[in-house]
Nanobody, 130 residues
Framework: QVQLVESGGGLVQPGGSLRLSCAAS????????IGWFRQAPGKEREGVSC????????YYSDSVKGRFTISRDNAKNTVYLQMNSLKPEDTAVYYC???????????????????????WGQGTQVTVSS
C-alpha cells in the first residue's frame, strides 16, 4: 500500500525557512515521481515542486523557483522541500503526492481538485506571518 506522511510545517516569520518532509512507504522513490503541492483557503491546489529520483530531474513553479529546493534521501525513502525566504503568500496546506505515470512537469502542472494521483499525504500547514 502506497502511503505518504508529511511533517515539518509550522509558523514562521517572513524571510524565514522551513523544511518539509514526505516519508514514503509501500514503494521506493525511484519508481515514482513525487510532488509537493499546496492549497491556500479558497484557492485551487497548485504544484510547487516535483522530483523524478530515477532520472535526477526536478521541476519548480515560477512562484518558488530560487527559494525552494526539493531533494530526496533514498535510504530513508523520504523527499524533502527546503523552503527559504518565505513570504506570506506561501501560506497554505502543503501536500505531497506520488504517481508512477507522470513526468515532473506534467505532474506539477496537473489541474484538478485534487489531481487524481496514486497517493496523497494528509497535508501539513505552513503559515508565514509576523
Amino acid at each position: 500500500q502506497v502511503q505518504l506522511v508529511e511533517s515539518g510545517g509550522g509558523l514562521v516569520q517572513p524571510g524565514g525557512s522551513l523544511r518539509l518532509s514526505c516519508a514514503a512507504s509501500g514503494f521506493t522513490l525511484d519508481d515514482y515521481v513525487i510532488g509537493w503541492f499546496r492549497q491556500a483557503p479558497g484557492k485551487e491546489r497548485e504544484g510547487v515542486s516535483c522530483i523524478d529520483s530515477s532520472l535526477g530531474i526536478t521541476y519548480y513553479s515560477d512562484s518558488v523557483k530560487g527559494r525552494f529546493t526539493i531533494s530526496r534521501d533514498n535510504a530513508k525513502n523520504t523527499v524533502y522541500l527546503q523552503m527559504n525566504s518565505l513570504k506570506p503568500e506561501d501560506t497554505a496546506v502543503y501536500y505531497c503526492a506520488a504517481d508512477p505515470d507522470y513526468g515532473v512537469q506534467a505532474m506539477c502542472t496537473m489541474r484538478g481538485e485534487p489531481p487524481n494521483f496514486r497517493s496523497w499525504g494528509q497535508g501539513t500547514q505552513v503559515t508565514v506571518s509576523s
